[in-house]
């Protein structure tokens, strides 16, 4: 009967979602939305995407990771190459670019996992940073003057993108693989105490996080006309940082509306990015000092709604920050 | 005669290296944080000390003290205000607010002066070369390196043989331990930020005058790669640190000599990742055993 029901609401999120894209779909064939609006909503679904994949690894598996533009990049360039370079479709690119970026994850991940907590993230922030400057010395995809790409997407590719995303990511939460990683993220050596196999999970989680983040990197080459490797510094994965660590670490709806609420917000300031780097710093900081574990911790927004249950996903004490 | 000329580049950028390294090393030693913000004290130094020689006409070494003073107390407002109340936190807590600090001096000095770079005045000093055995090695190299292990000489004095040092041995080694014992376990965090922050502002100024121009975001890369020689080292170990960044120096100035000096800056991050897996306590580290 659970099984039923929650089966159930699972159709109903999807059906409404579907609704939504319908609409917008005609809002902008309409030209009600006009361009800055679609660019802006196209942004905010690639960080949406980047903020999930990234939730994933930190906020699911507790592994502090602070390299994501570094997948971002080899998604972009992956696919990029794919349509200019092969002239093969744009399917193709982004699967291209979701693939190869996760083949990247696997060959970081098996030997940096080992590492816990700083190391792993100083270790991470390296691997990003190789990222850039290989991309940088390789004349192949244009060096530091970059690649120019067709713009492909349209809205329904990146709708789609992103719901499968979300559903891929809350369903892999909810099944007994994401049960796994929540017990490395309480605690790694309790759970290497029950029988679990914590590198495998690790890697698994970091592989999957990688994947989603080079479909957002094709999504992003394929937006924005032209990709550099500046576009994917060190500056960029504090971004998605940002995202996952504001909207409360483990928490998938926090993620996302942060990387909504911050999306926008950064759009709007735009023309001061000066501005907009000062804010976001002191928010950052305002943030782990008054309330650590994010705007939701590690509540999901429906269980705001659920009176008296806890969330899925979730610990069961949500005042409780857990996260590494 | 060319690889020895390479060699003493690579010590003089190495010795930068390791004046960094030292705060990095120290602070995380005592309080177990990457203090991410440690690159952008080290520009904060550079600026200091590009403003006393150009607007107040001072010398090349009353502007190294004056930088190291103000970068003390800057590191020490750091700590108080932004990593005390975490002393408790989970360790990702206070590396993003590590991050957010960093991310606040940069952005925070480009919105107060602007984001084009400056240029050191050059021959502040007036040094000639020298020449050996027909290596050319300039006066500021010389200086550099002069600079460099005078400061490391004294910091091993301090660390080992006075009491705040002594303090700091204690506190690093247990910090619940050394209260007990009636150290004053803040005061002693605050004078390893302000050594640590006051090393890495002379570090800011040699490097300003070694390459002659600073701008805002110039502690990012050279704070990254002094993190990378404190891991070399084995993170937590004081000569560890200065062996680190001198053989980062030197791997980096061969590196350019063999010809791939663009590939230059990922060299670091290759060396840290195959230690991080080889060798992750570094290379004077022990291997700690994990305790449940």
């Known amino acids: ?324 | 005669m060319e690889i020895i000329q390479q060699l003493v580049n690579g010590v003089s950028l190495g010795s930068i290296y390791a004046l960094i390294a030292l705060g990095y090393t120290m602070v995380y030693g005592i309080v177990k944080l990457i203090n991410f913000a440690h690159g952008d004290v080290f520009m904060v130094g550079a600026f200091i000390g590009f403003y006393c020689i150009s607007i107040f006409h001072l010398g090349f070494f009353p502007a190294l003290v004056i930088a190291m003073v103000a970068c003390a107390i800057f590191g020490v407002l750091i700590e108080r205000i932004a990593y005390k109340p975490l002393r408790n936190a989970t360790r990702i807590a206070a590396l993003i607010t590590a991050i957010g600090v960093s991310l606040f001096i940069e952005y925070g000095t480009i919105y107060a002066r602007g984001a084009q770079p400056e240029a050191y005045p050059s021959n502040i000093v007036p040094l000639k070369s020298l020449e050996l055995f027909g290596v050319k090695i300039s006066g500021q190299s010389l200086l550099i390196l002069g600079t460099s292990v005078f400061l490391m000489i004294l910091l091993q004095f301090i660390v080992h043989k006075t009491k705040i040092g002594k303090a700091m041995r204690a506190v690093s080694h247990d910090m619940d331990a050394a209260r007990l014992m009636g150290i004053n376990v803040n005061n002693t965090i605050s004078a390893t930020f302000a050594i640590g922050s006051a090393l890495a502002g002379a570090a800011g100024v040699i490097f300003g005058m070694y390459y002659t121009k600073i701008e805002p975001l110039m502690g990012i890369i050279p704070g990254l790669k002094a993190f990378v020689a404190a891991v070399l080292g084995g993170i937590g170990i004081i000569p560890g640190a200065m062996t680190g960044g001198l053989l980062l120096g030197v791997i980096e100035a061969l590196v350019s000599a063999s010809g791939y000096s663009l590939w230059r800056d990922g060299v670091a991050f290759v060396v840290l990742i195959l230690i991080l897996i080889f060798r992750p306590a570094g290379l004077f580290g022990k291997n700690v055993r994990e305790k449940v």
């Open chain 1, 1 to 324: 009967m659970k099984t039923l029901k929650q089966t159930k609401t699972f159709w109903i999120w999807i059906a409404a979602a579907v609704v939504f894209a319908v609409v917008t779909q005609f809002l902008i064939n309409g030209g009600t939305l006009n361009s800055f609006y679609v660019n802006t909503l196209f942004f905010i679904g690639i960080n949406i995407i980047l903020a999930a994949s990234l939730h994933l690894i930190i906020g699911i598996t507790g592994q502090f990771s602070i390299g994501h533009a570094g997948f971002l990049a080899v998604g972009a360039y992956a696919s990029a190459i794919v349509t200019t370079k092969l002239s093969l479709p744009f399917p193709v690119a982004l699967l291209a670019g979701g693939v190869v970026a996760a083949i990247a994850g696997l060959v970081i991940g098996i030997p940096t996992l080992r590492l816990r907590g700083d190391y792993l993230a100083i270790a991470t922030l390296g691997f990003g940073e190789i990222m850039r400057i290989v991309f940088l010395n390789m004349d192949y995809v244009g060096g530091a003057s970059g690649m120019t790409v067709a713009h492909l997407i349209t809205w329904p590719w990146l709708f789609a993108c992103v719901l499968i995303t979300i559903v891929v990511i809350v369903n892999f939460t909810n099944s007994t693989h994401g049960r796994a990683c929540i017990s490395v993220r309480e605690n790694e050596i309790a759970a290497d105490a029950m029988g679990i196999n914590t590198t495998y999970y690790k890697v698994m989680a970091f592989a999957i996080g990688a994947f989603f983040a080079g479909i957002a990197g094709a999504l992003h080459a394929h937006n924005f006309y032209i990709i550099q490797p500046t576009n994917f510094g060190f500056l960029k994965s504090f971004d998605i940082l940002i995202f996952v660590v504001l909207g409360g670490l483990g928490s998938m709806s926090g993620a996302v509306i942060a990387a909504i609420l911050l999306t926008i917000i950064s759009t709007f300031l735009a023309d001061f990015p000066e501005v907009r780097m000062v804010v976001y710093s002191l928010v950052l900081i305002a943030m782990m000092l008054f309330r650590p574990q994010g705007l939701l911790g590690t509540r999901e927004i429906t269980s705001f709604f659920k009176v008296g249950k806890s969330a899925k996903g979730g610990s069961q004490d949500a005042s409780k920050q857990t996260v590494a």
